[in-house]
């Protein structure tokens, strides 16, 4: 039962607005939902077991025509959800960020994700924490089958020779036979993001080094990261296997619709990184406004807003609380609103982040140390 209730169902309930057949939640939204539907006959359909009293109370605020659904918690959906790549590999919705937990944090960070029931976890060559996210994996108590673990080749690597070796280096620091996926960082070196010069010929040769890694069972899925459309055309010319993902910066108030629609048209999966805005939704009133009004967390409505555009999310944080509230994202963001967020004002200011490259920033010698003081 649980398998139907993935984006596309409760998107196509949605957005049909199928006459008697409305949808709604037992938390944390219901009142909301009760207040929008009450003068409907609708059809409820309410994740979670045990909701006969619930049932009863949406009788006793007018609601008929009931449908309970015999899931066991609404909590845990997310968590247990997957997109399949086109190479037919099943990579879970949610993933767990680890960008900024130093190397030591974050084997209990990843522990903690996995007992709450994360099974992706998303770190980089650049994060220097892979060997910290090895060891959670290894030692966390769940098969290492069952999780999905991704690492990127360093935005530096433009070579074919310098490929080969650093993702045999990055199996070796996690301690890992293989990893579920690999994707280039950037198009472009850090301290070149966003200039003119798009390094063509070095991501070709970056991507035949993973090519040949995926072929040789070391990776089960490679990808890129930040790739604007020549990017993905330069890779698409010229590849043997076709990037699984490109994961790239998108955000409530910054959407990148165009990047996104042709990406997912060329049948490569979007993850969106930095759903909350690397920590900058969180002081956005509009935002607050919003999230108030669903009864939930920014962070959830930030997470929910992209799940729902059928991205993949990747918030981090190595607070268990933070990462149990970032999957109970069991509601559903109405069409209007999905519009009011997309449109929020676009945040351009990252903050002490905003130096960094992905957020329009420019790399020089003293932010590169302040960005290491910074990770501890
Ligand atoms: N490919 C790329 O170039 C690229 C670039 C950037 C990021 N990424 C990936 O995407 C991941 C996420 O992006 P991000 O690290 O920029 O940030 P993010 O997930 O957008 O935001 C993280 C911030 O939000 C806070 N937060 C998260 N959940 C919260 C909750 N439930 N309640 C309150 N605060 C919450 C965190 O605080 P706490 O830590 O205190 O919980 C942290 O300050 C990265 O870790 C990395 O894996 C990839």
């Known amino acids: 039962m649980s398998k139907e209730l993935n984006a596309d169902f409760w998107n196509h309930r949605w957005t049909t607005g199928q006459t008697g057949w409305d949808i709604g939640y037992a938390s944390p939204a219901l009142t909301q939902y009760m207040e929008q539907y009450k003068n409907k006959n609708a059809a409820i359909l309410i994740p979670g077991c045990g909701n006969a009293h619930e049932a009863a109370f949406l009788v006793a605020n007018g ?20 997109f399949t790549l086109s190479n037919g590999v099943e990579i879970p919705k949610l993933g767990l960020g680890t960008w900024f937990i130093s190397d030591k944090d974050v084997v209990q960070a990843v522990k ?43 935005a530096e690597v433009k070579s074919y020779k310098k490929a080969v070796s650093s993702i045999d280096q990055s199996l070796k620091t996690m301690g890992l036979d293989y990893a579920d996926m690999m994707i280039i960082h ?3 070196p850090w301290t070149k993001f966003g200039e003119a010069e798009r390094y063509f010929e070095g991501n070709r ?3 035949r080094a993973l090519e040949e890694a995926y072929k040789a069972g ?6 890129v990261s930040n790739f604007e459309k020549p990017d993905l055309d330069n890779i698409l010319a010229s590849c043997s296997v076709k990037p699984m993902v490109n994961q790239i910066l998108a955000h409530i108030s910054n959407t990148p619709k165009e990047l996104i629609k042709y990406t997912q048209d060329k049948g490569i999966l979007v993850e969106a990184y930095s759903p909350v805005a690397h920590g900058e939704l969180l ?6 406004k919003i999230a108030e009004k669903y009864g939930v967390t920014i962070p959830q409505l930030g997470i929910r807003y992209v799940l729902q555009l059928g991205l993949l999310a990747l918030p981090k944080t190595a607070n268990p609380a933070h990462m149990k509230n970032n999957a109970d994202v069991d509601f559903i963001i109405s069409e209007a609103d999905m519009d009011v967020l997309q449109n929020v004002e676009q945040i351009k200011d990252y903050g002490n982040a905003s130096m960094m490259p992905v957020y329009g920033g420019k790399l020089n010698l003293k932010s590169m140390l302040s960005m290491i003081f910074r990770r501890g």
Do not use: M
């Not at 609601?63 to 997957?82: M, P």
């Not at 994060?127 to 990127?152: A, W």
């Open 186 to 188: 950037s198009p472009q």
């Open 218 to 223: 070391k990776l089960r899925a490679i990808g």
């Open 112 to 154: 903690d994700a996995v007992q709450i029931g994360y099974r992706h976890i998303d770190t980089a060559q650049a994060y220097r924490n892979e060997r910290g996210v090895g060891e959670g994996i290894k030692s966390c108590g769940v098969k290492r089958e069952e999780l999905f673990v991704t690492t990127k080749l360093a």
């Open 205 to 207: 040769e970056a991507w």
């Open 63 to 82: 609601f008929t025509n009931i449908t309970l659904l015999d899931i066991s918690s609404t909590a845990v959906l997310i968590l247990e959800e997957k």
């Open 283 to 288: 002081k956005n009133t509009e935002v607050a």
